[in-house]
């Protein structure tokens, strides 16, 4: 007599000879997905390859900086040798028998610590002059707008076409007549009222230039002038500007070398450039060490100018487009 009972699975015909599943890959006999290591392996490798390139740049930078780098280098070493050793056929890296006397000689020659004090005054006016002449007519040239502005801009640039050599004598002759030879007058005011002034209005008129009309329209609703619109909006906007324009200037005042020999004969009123060149021996021939010295004095100040201002720096050449 036949069952009524149904087959259970395992009765089944075939079911014995299913084969198995295999189990997904990445997963567990407890059906949790297990860590794949193939993206951590590229993750890995790629960061390893973004330190060796690092590395590498690194390696050029610094085999680049090296021609640079040397000549400070071996200005401040050189400093604190004799002149023998200076003058050895083979350099010495560092010096063997380091000594500051260069350094007392350096004050004791001449009156360097007074020159000192003149290149550093004379810089800090004419840097001031200049930021406060060149943001007037930068943002006039800018903003204002009146009959023959670009033509009178267009004059104004061809100041930077003109060699300073080329207008050295007619300069001589008026300072003379007015008797301000061998006095720092000439050292100031041509430079702030002249053609070195003319970088600085071109710096300081592209950056108003990109200054939004709305600031201007603002202060009017305010009730500001022309004058009060410049001065409490668009320079100190201007900071970026003003701080590329501080630091050509402070340089070119502090690295002023034609001008001073032509208008100064007392030693007492010589900026440092000219006083480099005094530091000889009885035959005229160059004290080194002591030049050497006295030069490294000298770049200090450019140094922490640079150090303390290069963000400013590098943000004004930007924002003015030059490359």
């Given at each position: 007599m036949k069952s009524d009972v149904m087959?259970?699975?395992?009765?089944?015909?075939?079911?014995?000879?299913?084969?198995?599943?295999?189990?997904a890959s990445g997963t567990g006999g407890d059906g949790r997905d297990r860590a794949r290591?193939?993206?951590?392996?590229?993750?890995?490798a790629a960061r390893s390859r973004r330190r060796w390139g690092r590395g590498a740049l690194v390696a050029l930078l610094v085999v680049l900086s090296v021609p640079f780098v040397f000549p400070t280098w071996w200005m401040a070493t050189s400093s604190l040798k004799p002149m023998s050793e200076i003058l050895r056929a083979v350099p010495t890296p560092w010096p063997q028998d380091p000594s500051f006397a260069a350094y007392g000689e350096v004050f004791r020659l001449q009156p360097f610590a007074q020159q000192y004090w003149n290149s550093l005054y004379i810089a800090v006016v004419v840097t001031v002059g200049t930021i406060l002449v060149a943001s007037m007519a930068g943002y006039a040239?800018?903003?204002i707008r009146f009959p023959?502005?670009?033509?009178?801009?267009l004059l104004v640039l061809v100041g930077l076409l003109v060699p300073s050599e080329v207008t050295i004598v007619p300069l001589f002759?008026?300072?003379n007549s007015l008797g301000l030879?061998?006095?720092?007058?000439?050292?100031?005011?041509?430079?702030?009222?002249?053609?070195?002034?003319v970088l600085a209005t071109f710096i300081m008129r592209q950056f108003f230039l990109g200054?939004?009309?709305?600031?201007?329209?603002?202060?009017?609703m305010d009730g500001l002038g022309r004058w009060g619109i410049f001065w409490r909006i668009a320079f100190p906007l201007s900071r970026s500007a003003i701080s590329a324009v501080a630091i050509f200037t402070f340089l070119k005042s502090w690295n002023l070398y034609l001008e001073p020999i032509v208008y100064l004969s007392s030693k007492d009123r010589f900026t440092l450039p000219q006083a480099l060149t005094q530091y000889v021996d009885a035959y005229g021939g160059p004290m080194w060490n002591v030049q050497l010295a006295a030069t490294t004095l000298t770049v200090l100040p450019v140094l922490a100018?640079?150090?303390v201002a290069q963000k400013q720096f590098v943000q004004g050449l930007a924002h003015t487009g030059l490359k």
């Open positions: 087959p259970g699975p395992a009765t089944l015909p075939g079911a014995d000879d299913a084969p198995a599943r295999p189990a290591p193939a993206p951590a392996r590229r993750d890995r040239f800018a903003r023959g502005a670009n033509a009178l801009f002759r008026m300072v030879i061998d006095t720092h007058w000439p050292l100031v005011v041509i430079p702030i009222l002249g053609a070195p002034s200054l939004p009309g709305e600031l201007e329209e603002a202060g009017r100018v640079f150090l």
